[in-house]
Nanobody
Framework: QVHVVETGGGLVQPGGSLRLSCAASGRIYSLGDMGWYRQAPGKEREFIARISHDGGTNYSDFVKGRFTISRDNAKKTIYLQMNSLKAEDTAVYYC??????WGQGTQVTVSS
């Protein structure tokens, strides 16, 4: 069993920044690809970014230049640095350990 826990969500003003963390634990020797997704109220869950074990990344177009995904393999943790946040970034943010494991999500609210 693999446990995935996201932290770092909260309330931030438009234009502000947040850094999300995702820690994996349990029956894993090393992690492969991991990623971030989000789901806004009334919308489908959408892909944000993905990072491979050796640090290769890809992003959805709507976050390029604003969000950065990174990882610390020794800590089995990935991060999502979010800058220039907008109201439309408000959502529950989920971490995924590919292919099968998801966290419970952390709420990000961007509002003045």
């Amino acid at each position: 069993q693999v446990h995935v826990v996201e932290t770092g969500g909260g309330l931030v003003q438009p234009g502000g920044s947040l850094r999300l963390s995702c820690a994996a634990s349990g029956r894993i020797y090393s992690l492969g690809d991991m990623g971030w997704y989000r789901q806004a109220p009334g919308k489908e869950r959408e892909f944000i970014a993905r990072i491979s074990h050796d640090g290769g990344t890809n992003y959805s177009d709507f976050v390029k230049g604003r969000f950065t995904i990174s990882r610390d393999n020794a800590k089995k943790t990935i991060y999502l640095q979010m800058n220039s946040l907008k109201a439309e970034d408000t959502a529950v943010y989920y971490c995924r350990v590919y292919v099968s494991y998801w966290g419970q999500g952390t709420q990000v609210t961007v509002s003045s």
